[in-house]
């Protein structure tokens, strides 16, 4: 089983990767999900269009806040501040602000990493952005490594969709 997402929003693709590409909008973000943005970097620091960008974000969350979505197996693991790592390789942009991106996220406690492939593109009428997130999760943990990433990647779909309406947000307000 697979996560695909798609989220259409009001702004145009160039200032949906500035956002992406802010710490300030992570900041936002992590506060919203009760998260801890530990660390973030974005390389090169100020991107042109023509630039590839690769992003580093650290964060972390508290375990308790979705143990009891985990098999009965792994929720002991899930006890305290849990990280999660997310490196993102992202396409210069195309004539129109078109990007791609493949994006790892990595949560070493339930040796679990999604992979995405993200897509940021203008809308017919040029109104707008469409994001298209698609990957899959992989669990390593043996016996339940494969519970682990069916009941993970629904939820990691939808936090990626859920971030990208935060970002619609933090965009109206910035």
């Known amino acids: 089983m697979a996560f695909n997402e798609t989220t259409t929003i009001s702004h145009t693709p160039e200032q949906v990767f500035s956002g992406l590409t802010s710490r300030d909008f992570h900041v936002y973000a992590s506060d919203a999900f009760r ?64 990007r791609d991106a493949n994006a790892t996220i990595k949560v070493p406690m339930a040796k679990a990493t999604a992979t995405a492939k993200i897509k940021l593109y203008p809308t017919e009428d040029g109104s707008g952005t469409v994001v298209e997130t698609e990957g899959s999760v992989k669990s390593t943990i043996p016996l339940v490594g494969s519970k682990i990433a069916q009941l993970a990647e629904p939820q990691v779909g939808k936090l990626l969709n859920g971030l990208t309406k935060k970002l619609d947000a933090w965009l109206k307000e910035h």
Do not use: C, Y
């Not at 943005?37 to 979705?66: C, H, K, W, Y």
């Open 35 to 98: 998260a801890d943005l530990d660390e973030f970097s974005v390389m090169p620091s100020e991107p042109a269009a023509s630039d590839t960008v690769s992003l580093n974000i650290q964060r972390t969350v508290n375990g308790e806040d979705f143990a009891h979505k985990l098999p009965s197996a792994v929720q002991r693991f899930a006890k305290g501040r849990v990280a999660v790592e997310q490196i993102e390789a992202w396409s210069a942009a195309a004539d129109d602000g078109a």
